[in-house]
Antibody, heavy 121, light 106 residues
């Protein structure tokens, strides 16, 4: 069964840094693009960043561009989100998610981690 | 940037049909996915490629997408369907979510 385990959240002061991790198992990790999605308290889902299967392509939401960095380690089935210059509005539950892509060019997020809470205060 | 608009809330009686809409410019040319999120849980994919149900999703869930509007339909709504629902599409390599619709079954 595909599993994604998010970790690394916590309470951090404004302006400081934090690194989130996502540990993947039970699928060929190096074949899939991965994403981070966050959800502020009482708010909807907001895409944060995505990385291609081999790590060569990375995309970011405008709200985090220049402050957050996504990376991956295909040898250890891990994806990371390095967050710097944290602000109060970055407080959220952060989920990693796997992207499935089909020959039809349909793409969707088929598995999600349990989320890790980041509080900037 | 591309935007998706959903009604904030929807109420439906048990056994009735719930239709959740998602609007975006020329949305019909994009593939739309839908996610269900119950309180305290991670999002769950319930529809992809407009109208394909993942394994394990009940047949009462169906989807459509045409023109500027995609719709997730829940036929014979049950209490367990009470949740937030999010539509999602792609804008190049960026993921775009709708604001979410809170479905209440009462």
């Amino acid at each position: 069964q595909v599993q994604l385990v998010d970790s690394g959240g916590g309470v951090v002061q404004p302006g400081r840094s934090l690194r989130l991790s996502c540990t993947a198992s039970e699928f060929t990790f190096s074949s899939y693009s991965m994403h981070w999605v966050r959800q502020g308290p009482g708010k909807g889902l907001e895409w944060v960043a995505g990385i291609s299967h081999d790590g060569t392509n990375k995309d970011y939401a405008d709200s985090v561009k220049g402050r957050f960095s996504i990376s991956r380690d295909n040898d250890n089935n891990m994806v990371y989100l390095q967050m710097s210059g944290l602000r109060g509005e970055d407080s959220a539950v952060y989920y990693c998610a796997r992207e499935e892509a089909e020959l039809s060019k349909s793409r969707y997020l088929d598995y999600w981690g349990q989320g890790t809470l980041v509080t900037v205060s | 940037s591309y935007e998706l608009t959903q009604p904030p809330s929807l109420s439906v009686s048990p056994g009735q049909t719930a239709r959740i809409t998602c609007s975006g410019e020329n949305l019909g040319v994009k593939y739309v996915s839908w996610y269900q999120q119950r309180p305290g849980q991670s999002p769950l994919l319930v529809m992809h490629q407009d109208k394909k149900r993942p394994s394990g999703i009940p047949e009462r869930f169906s989807g459509s997408n045409s023109g500027n509007t995609a719709t997730l339909t829940i036929a014979g709504t049950q209490a367990m369907d009470e949740a937030d629902y999010y539509c999602q599409a792609w804008d190049s390599n960026s993921v775009v979510f709708g604001g979410g619709t809170q479905v209440t079954v009462l």
